[in-house]
């Protein structure tokens, strides 16, 4: 079955853009988490939406935003782009809770120039 | 304030021997630690996990021991292959926190020929 897909792979935008990212989790997965990833902060949890419903958000100001449609796919937006969101955003899904089913998608590498 | 650790950033080791990763936490309430693989570029792997109420859990060649008086958890893998050349991050969840994964800083493991 097609893994976790996310869209666009890469992008530049200029500081003070806002930028938006896309997921298409398993079919069937009804959670999907967002992750980013930096080399100073590693890997973080962004927020995680189950059933169209933001169940869970980490330590990020409120630039970062997400949603999710009645189809499971989920998008994540960021306004006014800083240099430091420069980074790898990951998402991942997962059937229910997560424990065995959670699978991560490539990744959309942000560059904030 | 990291509550899950890895104190090595890297790792080499000689193709048939063994590899083993180390990774502390300090928050209690974890109770499900997860260890993924990572290649450049690609979304993290999901290796083997653990729940709280086992010491140890097998699967092939990677085996996750887990001491949770020490708050501190290892992965081998025996025996190392070049192909295990990666990323490793342990990570860790509490059922309370829901789908969130809290990640170690990596540890870049190589396995020479």
């Known amino acids: 079955k097609a893994g976790v897909t996310q869209t666009p792979r890469y992008l530049i935008k200029t500081r003070g853009q806002q930028v938006t990212l896309s997921c298409s989790p398993i079919s069937g997965h009804r959670s999907v988490s967002w992750y980013q990833q930096t080399p100073g902060q590693g890997l973080q949890f962004l927020f995680e939406?189950?059933?169209?419903?933001?169940?869970n958000k980490g330590n990020f100001p409120g630039r970062f935003s997400g949603r999710q449609f009645s189809n499971s796919r989920s998008e994540m937006n960021v306004s006014t782009l800083e240099l430091g969101d420069s980074a790898l955003y990951l998402c991942?899904?997962?059937f229910g809770q997560g424990y065995y089913g959670y699978t991560f998608g490539s990744g959309t590498r942000l560059t904030v120039v | 304030d990291q509550q899950v650790k890895q104190n090595s950033p890297s790792l080499s080791v000689q193709e048939g021997r063994i590899s083993i990763l180390n990774c502390d936490y300090t928050n209690s309430m974890f109770d499900y630690f997860l260890w993924y693989k990572k290649y450049p570029a690609e979304g993290p792997t999901f290796l083997i996990s653990i729940s709280s109420i086992k010491d140890k859990n097998e699967d092939g060649r990677f085996t996750v021991f887990l001491n949770k008086s020490a708050k501190h958890l290892s992965l081998h893998i025996v025996p190392s292959q070049p192909g295990d050349s990666a990323v490793y991050f342990c990570a860790a969840s509490a059922q309370a926190a829901g789908n969130k994964l809290t990640f170690g800083g990596g540890t870049r493991v190589l396995v020479k020929p």
């Open positions: 939406y189950f059933s169209e419903t933001q169940r």
């Open positions: 991942a899904s997962s």
